[in-house]
T-cell receptor, first 113, second 115 residues
Framework: AQSVTQLDSHVSVSEGTPVLLRCNYS??????LFWYVQHPNKGLQLLLK??????LVKGINGFEAEFKKSETSFHLTKPSAHMSDAAEYFC???????????FGRGTSLIVHP | SQTIHQWPATLVQPVGSPLSLECTVE??????LYWYRQAAGRGLQLLFY??????ISSEVPQNLSASRPQDRQFILSSKKLLLSDSGFYLC??????????????FGEGSWLTVV
């Protein structure tokens, strides 16, 4: 069984300040982990993924995430927020051989000027 | 490279009317195909997935159905729409990789408003 918890439903930051979106997972097997971004009225875009290689994963638009097995976490970070980062972010867990990944409920990132 | 097309982008349908949303994937063969629904302000709900032509798995019992007439075509249908069917529908695809997890790629979505 697998599950994912996004610890914050909303995160509010000022432009130019760091972003931290938190995600914890549970999995019976070695997981693959993903972050997606969804801008209003758009589909989901893959930001980055972890698939048992390097634990620090770099993605698009300056985002990165670190897989911490001991903490069962996969938090998404960005050093400096931009107004265009305002969107919904989804953390996803998948285990090998499973057709159905598990999505978190999403975190809405609000960026203030 | 692979692309996914989904249409129509928006539609407004009266209660009781039929529905057909179509999705096609290009640049890959034998993909896994998915239909998700996203109600306003909520997370994603998996409706159907398919691992091959004619193979459909339903995750949520409802008045929607899905079909896969060709390898890279996935259709979401309803004979009679309900108000509760309103939402944002997303088609997606993946190719199951033993070492890369099941990376899912999404279409741009279809907004359905039932009136």
């Amino acid at each position: 069984a697998q599950s994912v918890t996004q610890l914050d439903s909303h995160v509010s930051v000022s432009e130019g300040t760091p972003v931290l979106l938190r995600c914890n997972y549970s999995s019976s097997y070695s997981p693959s982990l993903f972050w997606y971004v969804q801008h209003p009225n758009k589909g989901l875009q893959l930001l980055l993924k972890y698939t048992s290689a390097a634990t620090l994963v770099k993605g698009i638009n300056g985002f990165e995430a670190e897989f911490k097995k001991s903490e069962t976490s996969f938090h998404l970070t960005k050093p400096s927020a931009h107004m265009s980062d305002a969107a919904e972010y989804f953390c996803v867990v998948s285990v090998g051989g499973s057709y159905i990944p598990t999505f978190g409920r999403g975190t809405s990132l609000i960026v203030h000027p | 490279s692979q692309t996914i097309h989904q249409w129509p982008a928006t539609l407004v349908q009266p209660v009781g009317s039929p529905l057909s949303l179509e999705c096609t994937v290009e640049g890959t063969s034998n993909p896994n195909l998915y239909w998700y629904r996203q109600a306003a302000g909520r997370g994603l709900q998996l409706l159907f997935y398919s691992v091959g032509i004619g193979q459909i798995s339903s995750e949520v019992p409802q008045n929607l159905s899905a079909s896969r007439p060709q390898d890279r075509q996935f259709i979401l249908s309803s004979k009679k729409l309900l108000l509760s069917d309103s939402g944002f529908y997303l088609c997606a695809w993946s190719v199951l990789g033993t070492n890369s997890g099941n990376t899912i790629y999404f279409g741009e979505g279809s907004w359905l408003t039932v009136v």
